[in-house]
């Protein structure tokens, strides 16, 4: 592990925010328009921020506080709007002199070199199973060990971020908070069976109105039309798993998917004796759960 010192002192503190700010500043041009930002307990209104197409920035130093600190607030670009309340998705702060183990962010530098941005991976507002033991272990970003000059003897790892010097700062500082994204995004779904039907409620109200879209890219198979067709008949408008009717009839006929038992992408054939005709709700439980009893129950019904 590379090894790092954490800046403490007031001046340097001072010059690694400077840095970060230059390096935000070249790579984030101002965002027109006026921003409302909402952090627990509070928000900030019509604010400007700077971004590029992947994150936001709002930066400021905070005086007022228990902990006076620089505060950097960072979200996703693709979920801002003008007409509601924008979600933080990490803040790395820094106090203005010292270090904290409450704030996840920490300026350090190694032997030689310019200022570094890192993080504890501390992340989250304390809900249940968010936290930064999860996120440690579901993010592989760089570790090193940081050395803290008043607490020599317990060093802490926290990740590099990035280097402030580095022209790809900013996109290193992006990867960090789509990471913490995709994190928070994917324990708020994994918490919902543990919230009651309220706060199930509450949470699915206060989600965001523009899902985020990604292109993904998918293996088509062609597939022979009489080999579907022929299922279909013999299947004679019942389902090859349940056995029930077809539960609909669509274009004058039962309604009834076909299924191939060895999927195609496992090198399955498009053969009379691997296609089955099911209804919707077998089809996806096939896809679901697919247990060897229904397994071979669908062999039989293809080798009819
Ligand atoms: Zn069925
Ligand atoms: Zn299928």
Redesign the pocket.
């Known amino acids: 592990m590379a090894r790092f010192e954490l800046v403490t002192d007031r001046k340097g503190i001072r010059a690694a925010q400077r840095a970060l700010k230059r390096a935000l500043n070249r790579a984030l041009p101002p965002r027109p328009g006026a921003y409302t930002i909402g952090y627990p307990g509070g928000k900030i209104e019509r604010s400007k921020l700077r971004a590029n197409s992947r994150i936001w920035y709002r930066g400021q130093i905070v005086r007022n506080a228990g902990a006076p600190r620089f505060w950097n607030a960072f979200g996703l670009t693709n979920e801002l709007a003008t007409n509601r309340s924008n979600h933080i998705k990490v803040e790395i702060n820094s106090l203005l002199m010292g270090s904290s183990r409450r704030f996840g962010g920490m300026f350090a530098r190694e032997a030689g070199r310019g200022f570094a941005l890192l993080h504890s991976g501390k992340v989250g507002g304390g809900r249940p199973g968010i936290g930064k033991k999860e996120f440690v272990a579901s993010f592989n970003g760089k570790q090193v060990s940081v050395f803290d000059a008043d607490r020599p003897s317990s060093p802490r790892s926290a990740f590099l971020i990035a280097r402030l010097d580095d022209p790809q700062a900013v996109n290193a500082i992006a990867e960090f908070v789509l990471a913490v994204a995709r994190f928070k995004d994917q324990d708020s779904l994994d918490d919902s069976g543990t919230l009651t039907r309220k706060q199930l409620k509450a949470k699915a109200l206060a989600a965001r109105f523009k899902p985020r879209s990604m292109l993904q890219q998918v293996v088509m198979y062609e597939r022979n039309p009489y080999v579907s067709a022929y299922a279909k008949r013999r299947a004679n408008g019942h389902?090859d798993?349940?056995g029930?009717r077809a539960p609909f009839a669509f274009k004058g006929n039962p309604f009834l998917e076909c299924h191939h038992i060895d999927r195609l992408a496992d090198n399955g054939d498009d053969s009379v004796h691997n296609t089955v005709a099911?209804?919707p709700?077998?089809h996806r439980r096939m896809h679901l759960t697919f247990t060897t009893a229904d397994i071979d129950h669908l062999r039989r019904q293809a080798s009819r």
């Open positions: 389902c798993l349940c029930n099911l209804c709700n077998c």
